[in-house]
């Protein structure tokens, strides 16, 4: 491989990187769920749930490097069975929150705390019933890559948008479960889950309107 065409595969993998960075930091539903993990559970919690973020980014870009998501363009039923479940889980985890009483004593707490695994798989559902990530990774890989890429260039691509993905969100959990945050966060807690809550449910009902 000349230099001057590793060059040229190095500055798209850098191009493509930085689309990504900017599309992790734009807050959306993983942003909220992070956060009010960490505030609400615990650090621990929270950096669980951003491993299962990362996991569905890792799913998505790998799709999306694959081809696999061309599927739904060919079967327009699945991207919209798709829609409809990420829409009932938005919906239901937004519910969950808009109920919610706020942080409530480590002994009460305990009792009904979701599990490391729990924060996971709801990091990971709620990233792969998303169809929004689908299309976002479809089309920035179309947009930048040709069939002629080498493999090597996807393998660093679906690696890298993962690792950026659980960096990001892991600073999001550490971040949001500082002692100084959690403080403040105890004060007005029922008030942020519920802000927190309703943001879901509306990103639920988009979606939902979406499959129109």
């Known amino acids: 491989m000349g230099r001057n065409l590793l060059l040229e595969y190095l500055a798209l993998i850098a191009a493509i990187l930085l689309v990504d960075l900017l599309a992790l930091v734009s807050p959306g539903p993983n942003f909220v769920l ?55 889980y938005l919906l239901y985890l937004g519910a969950k929150l808009l109920r919610s009483n706020g942080f409530q004593p480590k002994e009460r707490r305990d009792q009904n705390a979701p599990g490391e695994a729990a924060g996971y798989w709801r990091g990971f559902l709620v990233n792969m019933t998303n169809p929004k990530s689908a299309a976002y990774y479809a089309s920035v890989f179309a947009a930048f890559l040709t069939p002629e890429m080498p493999t090597w260039v996807l393998i660093l691509l679906v690696s890298a948008i993962a690792l950026m993905s659980l960096a990001w969100h892991v600073l999001l959990a ?29 990103l639920g009902l988009h979606l939902a309107l979406d499959t129109r």
């Open 34 to 88: 992070v956060s009010s993990a960490a505030v609400s559970q615990s650090r621990k919690h929270a950096i669980w749930t951003a491993c299962g973020i990362a996991t569905g980014s890792f799913a998505w870009a790998a799709a999306a490097a694959l081809g696999i998501v061309s599927v739904f363009e060919v079967f327009p039923l699945l991207g919209l069975f798709l829609k409809v479940v990420g829409a009932a």
């Open 174 to 202: 550490v971040g949001f479960s500082a002692a100084a945050i959690r403080a403040r966060y105890i004060s007005v807690s029922k008030w942020v889950d519920r802000l927190c809550g309703a943001f879901l449910v509306l």
